[in-house]
């Protein structure tokens, strides 16, 4: 139960899918923000170490995004003091978009701050709003501990430089990852069943879809501005025609059937906190890591179309790819307990092509990625749909 004097903060469980409100949306669009910061971060140094600590501050805005979406998953948005807590939130979002270029030089603690503001902010909220005995407040409480827990690493690593930083961020988010999967075990406290986590699946399977719609449209916007700046050449027309394909593809792969399919099953799950931890919290990041990577891969080939591939382009190109089919994978897992052979062919195929990558021009890889991704996509369609899928019990 919710308390305090705006009455029940709770949503309305009344059989009924929950809708996804209007304010959930604005929400929304302090993360196409980030997304966009974290695509051009990507761009900025193309080395692995620029990219695993652009994957490292994906890791923490998905978190702090996905947190907040099974908060409002339990919580009315058109409540007041719901609705001004998730201001709070927003604010510190944007500040933390804010310092993603520079989170691992001098804009560290601001990025460390606004990060804990949102994580450990929120969570005081809702074990304030909720009554402490109940098995929903019990869980908040030991989210409250973790969150707390990592907080005081990431505060004590933006206060740090070099790998000391490095150190200390990379155990809070190993601290916070881990939170989900040990059911927030806390001193005192236990720890947490899903059988708790009654979540409304309709309502969280729509947040995180949007979630990819996001990230596409930041796909599809940094291709467009990047060829608007090119002069029009019959290559550059068809960098940008592949590179929109492929856009296609991958929403096609997502949203074509499975989509729908999945959130019928999350949504009829006798188990619905199971579903929402695997494939909705951890198995969805690797699809949102894809396709920011893949519209870094087409703003590189839209640029250079005619150049060979290099470790760094062909990571990308083929990399980019091979991670949102492996993620898919993961998900139709999780969901209906099945193995997609389609993906796993298309992944060995993506291997393949490394070694040609090195010595094709990489307008040329990209068409043969489009061309697998089309396949699977053709395949989903057409051949082998999912149909009448039963949810699997994920362990995960």
Known sequence: MARGSHGDLLRSRD????????????????????????????LGELTVGNALETLFLLLA???????????TNWFDPDRLPVRLMLVGVMLASLVMSVAIPYAFGERGLMFAAAYVAIQVGRTLFVVAALEKSSSLGRNFQRILFWLATAGVLWIAGGSLDGEARYALWALALAVEYAGPVSGFWTPGLGRSDTAVWTVEGGHLAERCQLFVIIALGESLLLTGATFSGLEVSTVTVAAFVVA??????????????????????????????????????????????SIITVAASDELTLAHPGDPGTPSSIALILGGTALFLAGHALFKWAVFGLVSSPRIVAIVALAALIPVGFVIPALALSVAVAFILVGVAAWDTLIHPVSEPSPRRSTT
């Open 61 to 71: 805005v998905w978190w702090a995004w996905v947190y907040t979406t099974w908060v």
């Open 244 to 289: 929109f394909i492929g856009s296609v593809a991958l929403w096609w792969i997502y949203f074509s059937r499975i989509a729908e399919e999945a959130r019928e099953v999350f949504a009829t799950s006798d188990d619905p906190g199971r579903i929402a931890r695997s494939a909705y919290t951890y198995f969805h990041l690797p699809m949102i890591a």
């Open 15 to 42: 059989g009924g899918e929950q809708q996804v409100s209007p304010f959930e949306l604005f929400f929304d669009l302090v993360y196409v923000f980030a997304v966009t910061q974290l695509s051009h971060r990507l």
